[in-house]
């Protein structure tokens, strides 16, 4: 079993940036992929990114590339979204997650992850 808990959320505004972090616990992740989901009221969970932890290849929707950057702490069981030039587009709860075995490119599905945090309000004012 994997605990995922996500922080960081907050109300910033339109071009500000933030940083949420999801903290794992129950087990090291060497060989899991984490990765980073959003949903919006009314509105389906959207990928944004995923991490291979070992090696610590990255993926990312469209959508955010280029302006979201997923990481890891390995010393902190860690995974990491910065958030870059948000937009009021941006608001939604940011969920992450983790699922242990996965090909390359990794789901983009949240059906395909069995571990997920309670997630973390961003709230983006414009």
């Known amino acids: 079993q994997v605990q995922l808990v996500e922080s960081g959320g907050g109300l910033v505004q339109a071009g500000d940036s933030l940083r949420l972090s999801c903290v794992a616990s129950g087990r090291m992740l060497f060989g899991y992929f984490m990765g980073w989901f959003r949903q919006a009221p009314g509105k389906e969970r959207e990928f944004l990114a995923v991490l291979k932890w070992n090696p610590g290849t990255t993926d990312y929707a469209v959508s955010v590339k280029g302006r979201f950057t997923i990481s890891r702490d390995v010393a902190k069981n860690t995974v990491y979204l910065q958030m870059n030039s948000l937009k009021a587009e941006d608001t939604a709860v940011y969920y992450c997650?983790?699922?242990?075995?996965?090909?390359?490119?990794?789901?983009?599905?949240?059906?395909?992850?069995?571990?997920w945090g309670q997630g973390t309000q961003v709230t983006v004012s414009s």
């Open positions: 997650a983790a699922v242990q075995r996965m090909g390359w490119p990794a789901s983009r599905s949240s059906n395909d992850y069995d571990y």
